[in-house]
């Protein structure tokens, strides 16, 4: 990983994150589309997931953008990593994460989450926790934590179409 600057986020990058969203997620998401069960995936992305991410993180930059940090190589966005502080439970969070398919695998996901850990010490708090769905889809950012030292705690999550 040569060249990597990762710094604040800047609403002069919005476009070129929300493009990096759609094609960083898409194969994801293809694989989640195939093993989530049908009604679950349709509720949760009625409009289609693109659609639902573009709108969520839309969100995020409009109200929490001070915790949003982009990696940059050169002038172009190629990563961005999102965190939230919990000091109820004297915890951060990395809440979104997203490298861009041609750099993936160079360690800018690594630099990315060991950038937000620093944030959340610098807050105080005293763990960070990272969570995924259990799909193939998301098997390498799983892979990716647990070579970062993250310890898997499972939850169960129930569904029932009504």
């Known amino acids: 990983m040569k060249d990597i600057d990762i710094r604040p986020y800047e609403a002069s990058f919005r476009a070129e994150l929300l493009q990096l969203v759609v ?13 989530a069960p049908t009604f679950i995936y349709d509720n949760f992305y009625p409009h289609g997931w693109e659609t639902r991410q573009v709108d969520e993180v839309k969100e ?7 915790n ?4 940059l190589s050169g002038r172009k966005l190629v990563g961005f990593v999102g965190i939230k502080i ?30 937000a850990e620093q ?8 763990m960070v926790m990272v969570e995924t769905v259990g799909d193939s ?3 390498p ?22």
């Open 23 to 35: 094609s960083a997620w898409a194969p994801v998401f293809d694989k989640t589309q195939k093993q």
């Open 119 to 126: 944030q959340i010490r610098e807050c105080g708090m005293a």
């Open 60 to 66: 995020l930059l409009d109200q929490d953008a001070s």
């Open 86 to 115: 919990h000091p109820e439970d004297n915890m951060g969070e990395i809440y979104i994460i997203a490298v861009a398919p041609s750099f993936q695998r160079r360690g800018i996901g690594r630099a990315l989450m060991l950038y």
């Open 137 to 139: 889809g998301h098997e």
């Open 141 to 162: 950012a799983r892979r990716t934590y647990e070579a970062q030292g993250y310890q898997r705690w499972p939850v169960a999550r129930y569904f029932k179409s009504l």
């Open 68 to 71: 949003i940090y982009v990696a």
